[in-house]
């Protein structure tokens, strides 16, 4: 008897192991094949950022190797899935389309439409959890409502168990001789095209799922021993640079797990053990902002906090511009944002700084912050970039009513020695320490580079006043 064929889609989950979904599907049938759709409403938007669109494609491209040793293929076609997913089931007669389920409301709202597409043609969908090691309905209060304080959330997600990472199919049925017939007009591109990104000599993270296994025991035979340590200094290599690996999926969740397990197990003093716990509560931040975005949608249109709804921003279009250009004349918001624009990746904790310096210091709409960096971010996610820039504004799920950054304090507690600023802003790598840590720098001493735009003691007071009116007038309203 023929297998029955199936078609499963990867979507941000270009791997073979550690795929639950895949793995699923391979042990109803082996007949298998694998599909990925460059859809250009996405790739074209500018939310696309180069490198993002660069570690995709060099991801799909290894990908398509992996499934020709799994023995069948991946296909690729160009256009709108809604459209290519069904007509492509029913060219090869396929019995159905399996995938891994999103967060994101416009994918779950996409996912809908295409599964009742799928059925009214008589076919099957099967979509389950995959990209987070505890899926969102999965975990909630004891009022059987979903978490909105990471703190709790934290105690609650570590207790869950969670699986083990599971292997990559093996002999898969190819399709039969023909198949290219079958697929008629359908728009087939035989490799994704090459993405005009450079990368740098030693980016941080490489594509495809063989470079984030190899990064992930790299990153666990050394660095996450001392993660409490280094994690806030943004001139060490401290942090693991899996964020691109995990957002693209070329990295499983409970491959990494898996690995903070192992070094748990042979952790050598107890400063080991609280580094690969801290390094755990990151992975359980970023399925705290999944669960948040799945179960709030609305995140992704505003605040949450519905005082942020009514914030009079001033939104000054040159400041808005001096920041995106990284010339605010703020030294440490400067560095980290030329790393963002030159490598596509930015330190955390500079991210937390430029953040704040935007809505605190600028008073500029975050949203316009989080675009940005969407358009730039190698690991661009929606639920975990408006956390973040949610966390930054104090308009999200932050118990802390209002949060603000000193730049040049952070800069003297995170970058004492200005290595980190001088990296990526050589042209001031002879002004003295402090200055560069103070954003005091003699004119003299910068040519070419620009006076701070604004002051933070005046900005700070200013701002802190209008959210005091806007506090009041709330409190007067309720
Ligand atoms: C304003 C702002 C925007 C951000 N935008 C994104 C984004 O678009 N994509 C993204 O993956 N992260 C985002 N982050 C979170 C964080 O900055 C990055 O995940 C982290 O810097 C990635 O580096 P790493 O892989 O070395 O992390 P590690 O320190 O090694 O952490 C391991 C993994 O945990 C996850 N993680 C770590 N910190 C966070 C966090 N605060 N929130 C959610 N997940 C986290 C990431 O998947 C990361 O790879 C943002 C943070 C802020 C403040």
């Not at 409502?145 to 869950?160: D, I, L, N, S, T």
């Not at 984030?212 to 790299?218: E, H, K, P, S, T």
């Not at 809505?359 to 960096?373: N, P, S």
Request: glycine share 6%; proline share 9%.
């Amino acid at each position: 008897m023929v297998a029955p064929r199936w078609l499963f889609w990867h979507r941000r989950d270009l791997r073979l192991a550690d795929n639950l979904g895949l793995h699923a599907m391979a042990a109803v049938t082996p007949a298998l094949t694998g599909v990925a759709v460059l859809d250009p409403a996405d790739l074209q938007a500018a939310t696309m950022a180069p490198s993002r669109r660069w570690f995709q494609g060099e991801s799909l491209r290894e990908l398509q190797q992996r499934w020709r040793q799994a023995g069948s293929r991946l296909l690729l076609l160009e256009g709108d899935p809604e459209v290519l997913l069904p007509a492509l089931a029913l060219a090869l007669g396929a019995r159905g389309v399996a995938w891994n389920r999103d967060v994101e409301p416009l994918v779950r709202q996409r996912d809908r439409r295409l599964a009742e597409a799928l059925q009214r043609q008589g076919l099957q969908v099967a979509a389950d959890w995959d990209q987070l090691l505890v899926p969102p309905e999965q975990l909630l209060t004891g009022a059987a409502a979903p978490y909105r304080v990471y703190g709790p959330y934290w105690r609650a997600w570590e207790r869950q168990p969670k699986a083990d990472p599971v292997p990559a199919p093996t002999d898969l049925h190819d399709l039969p001789d023909g198949w290219e017939l079958a697929l008629g007009a359908l728009p087939l591109v035989a490799a994704p095209p090459r993405e005009p990104w450079n990368a740098g000599d030693e980016p941080l993270a490489l594509p495809g799922e063989a470079a984030a296994l190899d990064q992930l025991q790299a990153f666990a035979a050394g660095p996450l021993r001392r993660y409490d340590d280094c994690r806030n200094l943004p001139a060490e290599p401290g942090t693991s640079g899996l964020s691109a690996a995990l957002r693209i999926g070329t990295l499983g969740p409970r491959t990494a797990w898996a690995a903070s397990s192992e070094a748990l197990a042979d952790c050598r003093s107890e400063e080991e053990e609280r580094s690969v716990t801290v390094w755990r509560q990151e992975l359980a931040w970023r399925e705290f902002y999944q669960q948040a975005l799945f179960h709030f949608p609305e995140l992704a249109d505003g605040p949450y906090r519905p005082l942020w709804r009514h914030f009079p921003w001033e939104n000054d279009p040159d400041r808005l511009e001096a920041w995106q250009q990284a010339r605010t004349g703020v030294p440490i918001v400067d560095a980290a944002l030329r790393q963002l624009i030159e490598t596509g990746w930015m330190h955390n904790r500079c991210r937390m700084v430029v953040a704040s310096y935007l809505v605190k210091d600028l008073i500029i709409d975050w949203r316009c912050g989080e675009a940005f960096f969407m358009a730039h971010e190698i690991d661009g996610d929606q639920a975990a970039n408006n956390g973040g820039w949610q966390w930054s504004a104090s308009s999200g799920m932050d118990p802390r009513p209002l949060r603000i950054f000193n730049p040049a304090t952070q800069a003297a507690r995170f970058d004492p020695d200005g290595v980190y600023i001088r990296r990526w802003l050589p042209e001031l790598r002879h002004v003295a320490t402090a200055d560069l840590l103070s954003g005091a720098i003699a004119p003299l001493e910068r040519p070419g580079y620009p006076a701070p735009i604004v002051d933070h003691r005046q900005q700070q007071a200013r701002f802190k006043a209008m959210y005091a009116t806007l506090s009041r007038a709330a409190d007067g309203s309720s």
